[in-house]
């Protein structure tokens, strides 16, 4: 009787074990094509720019270390329903601070 309940602790460890170690390696050009699909055209409307990769170097940039630019990937992703799973969420991030933020 307990068979499927095993079976669902190891479906979920083998989920999580794939997700942390989508952390520990973050995939940048994973993260840059995701920027490009899902969160470029945007920026580039709605800062004005008319160049999506501006929000991210404007003078009044909200996100002043990675923890801050961790949590606007986050909310940009919940708030606007983008659907990226959280090692895409990381990537993304990743992506970011290697190439405008450089925190790291
Ligand atoms: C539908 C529009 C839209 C989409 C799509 C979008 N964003 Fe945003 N994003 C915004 C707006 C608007 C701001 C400015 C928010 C503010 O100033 O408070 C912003 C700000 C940001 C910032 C902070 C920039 C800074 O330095 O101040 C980051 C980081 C960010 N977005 C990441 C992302 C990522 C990553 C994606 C794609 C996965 C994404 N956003 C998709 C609208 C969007």
Do not use: W
Not at 9 to 27: K, M
Not at 71 to 81: F, G, I, K, P, Q
Request: net charge positive; charged share 25%; with cysteine.
């Amino acid at each position: 009787m307990k068979l499927p309940l095993i079976r669902l602790g190891l479906y979920l460890f083998g989920v999580l074990g794939v997700h942390l170690s989508a952390y520990a390696t973050p995939d940048l050009p994973s993260g840059k094509k995701i920027d490009q699909q899902k969160c470029y055209s945007c920026h580039a409307k709605k800062s004005g720019f008319g160049n999506g990769d501006m929000i991210y170097t404007r003078g009044d940039s909200k996100v002043k270390n990675l923890q801050i630019l961790k949590s606007m990937v986050a909310m940009c992703n919940t708030e606007l329903r983008l659907d990226l799973f959280p090692e895409d969420e990381a990537d993304v991030a990743a992506f970011l601070d290697n190439q405008f933020y450089k925190f790291k």
